[in-house]
């Protein structure tokens, strides 16, 4: 698949803010993804610190039955130092690549990391969506900014994520009495409906099909590298 967008890859945190300020004027918060999602790509990394690699995986499923249509891994070294609010520096060359090398276009990309919800508004998954101009999501595991109630015990229940008076994603409970996740928006698609898929996508487990089956990928081919 085609990347739409292309910038340098910048070698200071001042050149990182810069980009990040320049494209979040790029993203779209209103659903332009297709009406019915028939396929939803995740995306995920692995490091190893030790050695300076990084392992990065995309795993195309079907939202029916979550049969894998396809998946890409490769494997780099690092090239951004690690620094809180700049991860996608790090992930997103070899999500790239392995992204280039999928043979499908999916309808929605999922993203182990945050979208808006994010200290400039441009986590990773907004980072991604729009160098590609494909629809995308932030799911966290972990909060990085803002603040929250505790949603209900149930699956679906969920509560505002705040930053600044701001809100910024949706803490939504995926499965009965289990920690909830961190869901915001990346590109050209509203967190009703983000929302909407990450329940879609997480029938059983906490995290969403497409992440579980990216973050086994990114793994198992870092342990091939290593």
């Known amino acids: 698949m085609d990347i739409v967008t292309a910038h340098d890859r910048p070698s200071t945190p001042g050149q990182a803010v810069e980009i990040?300020?320049?494209?979040?004027?790029?993203?779209?918060?209103?659903?332009?993804?297709?009406?019915?999602?028939?396929?939803?790509?995740?995306?995920?990394?692995?490091?190893?610190?030790?050695?300076?690699?990084?392992?990065?995986?995309?795993?195309?499923?079907?939202?029916?039955?979550?049969?894998?249509?396809?998946?890409?891994?490769?494997?780099?070294?690092?090239?951004?130092?690690?620094?809180?609010?700049?991860?996608?520096?790090?992930?997103?060359?070899?999500?790239?690549?392995?992204?280039?090398?999928?043979?499908?276009?999916?309808?929605?990309?999922?993203?182990?990391?945050?979208?808006?919800?994010?200290p400039r508004r441009f986590g990773l998954a907004c980072h991604v969506g729009v160098v590609t101009g494909l629809p995308s999501i932030g799911v966290g595991k972990t909060r990085f900014v803002g603040e929250h109630d505790e949603p209900g015990g149930t699956r679906g229940s969920r509560a505002p994520l705040l930053d600044k008076g701001e809100v910024v994603g949706s803490v939504l409970r995926t499965q009965d009495d289990v920690k909830p996740v961190y869901v915001s928006v990346g590109h050209k698609i509203s967190l009703e409906n983000a929302c909407c898929q990450v329940l879609r996508l997480a029938p059983s487990f906490r995290q969403p099909e497409t992440t579980r089956h990216a973050d086994r990928l990114a793994r198992d081919t870092l342990k091939e590298a290593l």
């Open 20 to 118: 990040q300020e320049t494209l979040r004027g790029l993203v779209d918060l209103e659903d332009r993804c297709p009406q019915e999602i028939v396929t939803v790509t995740g995306l995920d990394v692995a490091y190893d610190e030790a050695s300076g690699l990084i392992a990065a995986a995309a795993v195309t499923l079907e939202t029916s039955g979550f049969r894998v249509v396809e998946k890409r891994s490769v494997v780099s070294r690092v090239s951004f130092p690690y620094e809180p609010g700049f991860f996608a520096f790090r992930e997103l060359p070899p999500l790239l690549d392995a992204l280039r090398a999928l043979d499908h276009v999916p309808d929605l990309l999922v993203c182990d990391g945050h979208g808006l919800a994010h």
